[in-house]
């Protein structure tokens, strides 16, 4: 499989995240912000010129962009992709690191295209944010799972069951490595885009991005168990009213908010009418 990466000169960060935020929904699974350039990944099969022009002439910006086929794009992430570490609490590496001491729990995640290694503020405040929940004996949901480094954490917690849902190929195939890379034995990968109605969980991690989470919201709420919790990331502070609206609508109350960078993570929660 070819990708495209898009290169779009800007170094205003507020523009940058916005279009983090915004190029997903086209299709692009990955992202490298630089001082002065967002560079944007994508299948090259999926790529429409015409919705990435209309996009960036509302923000005034263009774009050129190079074929990067994957054998290139694989050596590139190798040569500049570096461990995270959230604090004593876990940290990330890829299979070619050395083992990181002195963490509770060392995820080793082989990204590929897929997202989510902790390097994106909207993840590391997951990894973050995970540390303050009790997972054990909980059902899971990991919506959106992409590398599946939620849902392997959340094994690690101590969950009873995870069921890790994404509806990208690439990222069904990148998780299900990763999970075996992390001899995880409870976690059932789904590719859909929908959260199933015959499942109910204590736990939602959702890192998407705003027009995913509200369209899901009501589903979100009805699978959630009362007293469970949802957390939530892929959003910019602008989003949160949005956010705020449509979980009340649902029955669901925000308790808490993180920020790092243009971005914002939510702890969500469903209690007892």
């Known amino acids: 499989m070819n990708f495209l990466q898009i290169t779009i000169p800007t170094a205003d960060l507020s523009q940058q995240e916005i279009l983090v935020a915004l190029l997903p929904e086209m299709g692009y ?19 429409d010129g015409e919705k990435l022009d209309t996009l960036l002439r509302q923000h005034r910006l263009s774009y050129t962009s190079t074929l990067l086929p994957e054998r290139n794009w694989n050596e590139e992430w190798e040569k500049n992709f570096l461990p995270v570490q959230v604090g004593d609490f876990c940290a990330v590496r890829a299979h070619f690191h ?11 995640i082989t990204p590929k295209m897929s997202f989510g290694t902790g390097h994106h503020a909207t993840t590391y405040m ?36 995870v069921l890790a849902i994404d509806n990208d190929d690439w990222s069904i195939e990148n998780a299900n490595e990763n999970i075996t890379e992390n001899h995880c034995i409870i976690i059932r990968v789904l590719k859909t885009d929908k959260i199933p109605s ?4 204590n736990v939602i991690l959702a890192n998407i991005n705003k027009h995913v989470l509200l369209r899901e919201m009501p ?4 699978q959630l168990r009362v007293g469970g919790v949802i957390l939530m990331s892929g ?36 209690k007892a009418k």
């Open 98 to 108: 050395v083992p990181i001491p002195g963490v509770r729990h060392e995820l080793i």
């Open 29 to 47: 699974e990955g992202f490298e912000q630089q001082e002065d350039a967002l560079q944007a990944f994508l299948p090259e099969e999926r790529f």
């Open 235 to 270: 959003l910019l502070p602008e989003d949160f009213e949005d956010i705020d609206n449509q979980a009340a609508i649902s029955d669901l109350s925000i308790s808490e908010r993180i920020t790092k960078g243009s971005w914002i993570c939510l702890k969500i929660e469903k």
């Open 198 to 201: 015959t499942d109910r969980f």
């Open 219 to 222: 589903s979100i709420g009805q």
């Open 126 to 161: 997951m990894l973050q944010a995970m540390q303050q929940l009790d997972f054990r004996g909980q059902t899971v949901l990991d919506f959106g799972t992409g590398t599946g480094v939620l849902a392997i954490l959340a094994e690690r917690l101590g969950a009873a069951s």
